[in-house]
């Protein structure tokens, strides 16, 4: 299925051989090397939607990058909802934790994109997450959610969150029949709701730290759950989200080595989407600004390891073989000079210099630069165009909505 947002040319086909990579969604905190570990709010998660429309490497938004808990719960989906929309041009998870969460999250993406909702019934514009509550227990929020978003034509992607030892067995071949039946319940539900509804397959084990109970990600466990999860959604034929979490509480070596596994189970597993792709930490509770600099860099690789490889007589360079003598080198032939500048990646935050060169021009860390690289993105991002009568439009719809939710309606 495909994903429309309000910029047609940033549709995202959803399934096959096709990968995205999507916002961290869901922390309660947030964190950089400046301000510190603090209360989600607004304001950062306006810069980390003004991020994830920066950097190619994200291409869809999640469902509240943090939780803005300085407004009202009932009626924050809103706000960020609205940043989604004016902050960026990509499409965006919609939460449905209840009915009117989810259905605001359609009904905005249409106003954004001035369509009707059979419009979007035909060419849909917002997906969104199921959390089963593992064991086997879909609850009330989230089936209701479901159905809404089912109803309505919306992608729905049904996502057990299964750690062995805790919400499954301790085996990973039991953790996975049970993730798979729980999935395929979620999956038979949007079916019977409305048939043909595009849907998803979603995968999140992991394990749990044994001596302590704390959830553990980016383990051989867990990469190996990520492979094998996307092997029963090919045998359903259904596309396949999953996650490259880490549980490291700060961004440093296990943030970066659990991230690295997690990712290549994932893409090793054919996975359409990465959720949480860019910029989680502390186990879900902490969205991070470095870290989602890190996790950029490391899907960028993935992306430029992912490109098939040319073998036309020019790629295989015989002439240039030929042209440099037997212990030369091919710095200046021709075949070099015309590539240098677009040969091999170039890396964001990486750095190639030697050591005293590194020393030199200040001798920053990966974090150090991390921390430079995501404000110059804000300094230079732009924030996309939208009609202002698009602008009034969901102004009004957000203040309506605020007053019936205010007056107790859902």
């Given at each position: 299925f495909t994903l429309t947002s309000r910029n047609p040319a940033k549709r995202l086909v959803i399934?096959?051989?096709?990968?995205?990579?999507?916002?961290?969604?869901?922390?309660?905190?947030?964190?950089?090397?400046?301000?510190?570990?603090?209360?989600?709010?607004?304001?950062?998660?306006?810069?980390?939607?003004?991020?994830?429309?920066?950097?190619?490497?994200?291409?869809?938004?999640?469902?509240q990058v943090c939780?803005?808990?300085?407004?009202?719960?009932?009626?924050?989906?809103?706000?960020?909802?609205?940043?989604?929309?004016?902050?960026?041009?990509?499409?965006?998870?919609?939460?449905a934790i209840g009915r009117g969460r989810a259905i605001d999250g359609i009904r905005m993406m249409a106003i954004a994109r001035g369509a009707s909702l059979e419009?979007?019934?035909?060419?849909?514009?917002?997906?969104?997450?199921?959390?089963?509550n593992s064991p086997r227990m879909l609850d009330?929020?989230?089936?209701?959610?479901?159905?809404?978003?089912?109803?309505?034509?919306?992608?729905?992607?049904?996502?057990?969150?299964?750690?062995?030892?805790?919400?499954?067995?301790?085996?990973?071949?039991?953790?996975l029949c049970q993730q798979n039946a729980e999935a395929l319940f979620g999956v038979t539900l949007t079916q019977l709701v409305n048939p043909g509804t595009p849907v998803m397959y979603g995968a999140f084990t992991s394990n749990v730290d044994m001596r302590s109970g704390a959830p553990a990600f980016g383990t051989p466990e867990n990469t190996k759950a990520n492979i094998i999860a996307g092997q029963l959604a090919r045998r359903y034929r259904l596309p396949y989200r999953t996650s490259n979490a880490n549980a490291s509480n700060t961004v440093d070596l296990q943030a970066a080595y659990e991230t690295e596994m997690a990712t290549w189970g994932a893409v090793l597993g054919g996975a359409n989407l990465i959720y949480h792709a860019a910029g989680w930490l502390e186990g879900g509770l902490t969205a991070s600004y470095e870290k989602l600099v890190l996790d950029v860099e490391i899907l960028?690789?993935?992306?430029?390891?992912?490109?098939?490889?040319?073998?036309?007589?020019?790629?295989?360079?015989?002439?240039?073989?030929?042209?440099?003598?037997?212990?030369?080198?091919?710095?200046?032939s021709d075949h070099t000079i015309s590539r240098y500048e677009t040969a091999f990646y170039q890396p964001m935050l990486s750095n190639w210099q030697n050591y005293g060169s590194w020393q030199e021009a200040g001798g920053h860390d990966a974090l150090e630069r991390a921390t430079g690289i995501w404000?110059?993105?804000?300094?230079?991002?732009?924030?996309?165009?939208?009609d202002p009568a698009i602008r009034e439009?969901?102004?009004?719809?957000?203040a309506r909505r605020k007053e019936e939710i205010g007056s107790g309606e859902p």
């Open positions: 399934g096959g051989d096709t990968l995205a990579f999507g916002l961290v969604a869901g922390p309660p905190n947030v964190h950089d090397r400046i301000n510190g570990r603090r209360a989600g709010n607004l304001a950062d998660y306006q810069n980390f939607t003004r991020l994830a429309h920066y950097f190619n490497a994200i291409h869809i938004l999640g469902n939780a803005p808990i300085e407004l009202p719960a009932n009626s924050r989906h809103l706000d960020t909802y609205n940043a989604n929309l004016t902050l960026s041009d990509r499409c965006y998870h919609c939460t419009e979007m019934r035909a060419d849909p514009g917002v997906i969104t997450i199921i959390s089963v009330d929020a989230m089936a209701n959610g479901l159905i809404a978003m089912a109803e309505h034509g919306q992608p729905v992607t049904v996502t057990p969150f299964t750690l062995m030892g805790a919400m499954t067995p301790v085996t990973l071949a039991a953790a960028q690789n993935m992306m430029g390891f992912l490109e098939p490889i040319p073998f036309d007589d020019d790629d295989l360079g015989f002439d240039a073989i030929k042209a440099v003598p037997a212990g030369g080198h091919f710095f200046g404000q110059q993105a804000l300094r230079e991002y732009e924030q996309p165009e939208m439009e969901l102004d009004a719809y957000i």
